[in-house]
């Protein structure tokens, strides 16, 4: 590995986590090149600034699995990827915390919102089919999430405390009201 790729590496390293966790607007690049170790010039040199190394940490997203199921898994599938407990080490810079943390961030929120258009929401849309399916998979999202978020970040009871199994059950329940999907 050459020092350039090295070095390009770190400040990935360094932003995602910052990124990530904090939000793109209270992170400078200075705290992202002491946390990486590295000159703050080559945040210009390498990605063009700041927002080119945050566009970086997003080209980094893999796809979302669900939406590589068998059209009868689908639903299976994407609940099993939300039912997760909260784990403080991985849930420290996965997707959903850096969601949380930047959609709401005033220069990269708009960035944020067509990123979930369009890795979640349209990608969604088309396996669902049928009518209404803008609306049916922006229902699914919001159970998935909805949940995510009571569970991981406000710790509910009654949700942080089920198995991934039993929760996955309850998500199965709400996505086939969300898709309208009668047994």
Same mark, same amino acid.
Request: charged content about 25%.
């Given at each position: &590995?050459?020092?350039?790729?090295?070095?390009?590496?770190?400040?990935?390293?360094?932003?995602?986590?910052?990124?990530?966790?904090? +939000?793109?607007?209270? =992170?400078?690049?200075?705290?992202?090149? +002491?946390?990486?170790?590295?000159?703050?010039?080559?945040?210009?040199?390498?990605?063009?600034?700041?927002?080119?190394?945050?566009?970086?940490?997003?080209?980094?997203?893999?796809?979302?699995?669900?939406?590589?199921?068998?059209?009868?898994?689908?639903?299976?599938?994407?609940?099993?990827?939300?039912?997760?407990?909260?784990?403080?080490?991985?849930?420290?810079?996965?997707?959903?915390? &850096?969601?949380?943390?930047?959609?709401?961030?005033?220069?990269? +929120?708009?960035?944020?919102?067509?990123?979930?258009?369009?890795?979640? #929401?349209?990608?969604?849309?088309?396996?669902?089919? +049928?009518?209404?399916?803008?609306?049916?998979?922006?229902?699914?999202?919001?159970?998935?999430?909805? =949940?995510?978020? &009571?569970?991981?970040?406000?710790?509910?009871?009654?949700? #942080?405390?089920?198995?991934?199994?039993?929760?996955? #059950?309850?998500?199965?329940?709400?996505?086939?009201?969300?898709?309208?999907?009668?047994?």
């Amino acid at each position: &590995m050459s020092k350039s790729n090295s070095t390009k590496e770190k400040l990935v390293a360094a932003a995602r986590e910052l990124f990530w966790t904090r +939000g793109y607007s209270n =992170v400078s690049v200075r705290d992202i090149t +002491g946390k990486a170790g590295v000159d703050a010039a080559l945040v210009s040199r390498y990605f063009g600034g700041k927002q080119g190394l945050f566009k970086t940490t997003l080209a980094e997203i893999p796809p979302w699995d669900a939406l590589t199921a068998e059209p009868d898994e689908l639903l299976a599938k994407a609940a099993e990827s939300f039912a997760h407990p909260f784990d403080p080490e991985a849930d420290a810079t996965n997707v959903f915390t &850096m969601l949380l943390a930047n959609v709401i961030d005033p220069e990269m +929120g708009g960035m944020i919102r067509e990123l979930v258009q369009a890795k979640l #929401a349209d990608p969604l849309t088309k396996r669902i089919g +049928g009518p209404d399916t803008h609306e049916r998979a922006a229902l699914l999202l919001a159970v998935l999430f909805g =949940v995510a978020l &009571m569970r991981k970040n406000f710790r509910l009871e009654g949700l #942080a405390d089920k198995s991934p199994e039993q929760l996955q #059950a309850d998500i199965i329940r709400l996505g086939r009201i969300a898709l309208e999907i009668r047994d």
